[in-house]
């Protein structure tokens, strides 16, 4: 096998200018393999037409599900709601041959190969918390006192859980089950809307956003379930980091208003594993 895999998240499709870069990521080999790390956008139909589109052009496209396209906007006409909108992103993306979550975790066997390449839908739990915070309730209140407050807190419904964090301990313990059945032998490239760990928050504008962007309880994953690369978005923040000697990147296209301030024409797709990597 030969080709790459490319990685991109955050692609926001509603916004016209971000739905035209979507429409042009193109393999450069008919063997390319093309991860989508959440954030496709809002609305179930654009989030599907997105996926089927890059399903006709790649050899395997995976998709890990990031906040938005869990959210149940006024606009949708899918007004689906928690788990129940999860799964019916799955049964879509199952229609459209694309892998999920949910489905066995494929090997990728080209150059840098081979590789689990495990999709993780995982959600955070507020642990993210400023220095001096001490609990859930006093986070929010001085998220929502500075002004700072996830669209998540309207849109992102956690039925039948109580709670976000309930749900994301939910998905946490099944994720963890089936990472560690995993071949010990067997190298992993790890794949998360939200980052694995807290560090990349840490060059945020707003420290207070940084509770809705993971869990304290995936700080070592990178480590136990021996990442070769840790892929992300969630932070609009496009770059590469190292920790603990594992690479993490960070792989959004973000708003426009995001992506224009850099100055040059966006290129989002990154080469994670294969040939010029």
Sequence with gaps: MTGSLFAV?????????????????????????????????????????????LRDRFATVIWAPGNHELWTHPNDPVQLRGVERYDALVRMCRDNGVLTPEDDYPVWTGPGGPVTVAPLFLLYDYSFRVPGVTGKEESLRRAYAAGVVCTDEMMLHPAPFPDRESWCWDRVARTRERLDAIDPAMSTVLVSHWPLVREPTEVL???????????ELTADWHRRYRATVAVYGHLH???????????????????????????????????????GS
């Design 9 to 53: 998240s955050d692609l926001h499709v509603s916004y016209p200018r971000n739905r035209k870069i979507a429409g042009r990521l193109r393999p450069e080999s008919a063997d390319d393999w093309l991860i989508v790390a959440g954030d496709v956008g809002e609305v179930f139909a654009d989030v599907e037409q997105t996926l089927a589109g």
């Design 205 to 215: 504008r707003y420290p207070d956003f940084a509770q809705w962007c993971g869990t």
């Design 237 to 275: 923040i496009p770059r590469t980091t190292h920790y603990d000697g594992v690479r993490f990147e960070e792989v959004s296209l973000g708003y426009p208003r995001e992506w224009v301030r850099r100055g040059t024409p966006p290129q989002p797709m990154r080469r994670i594993l294969g040939d």
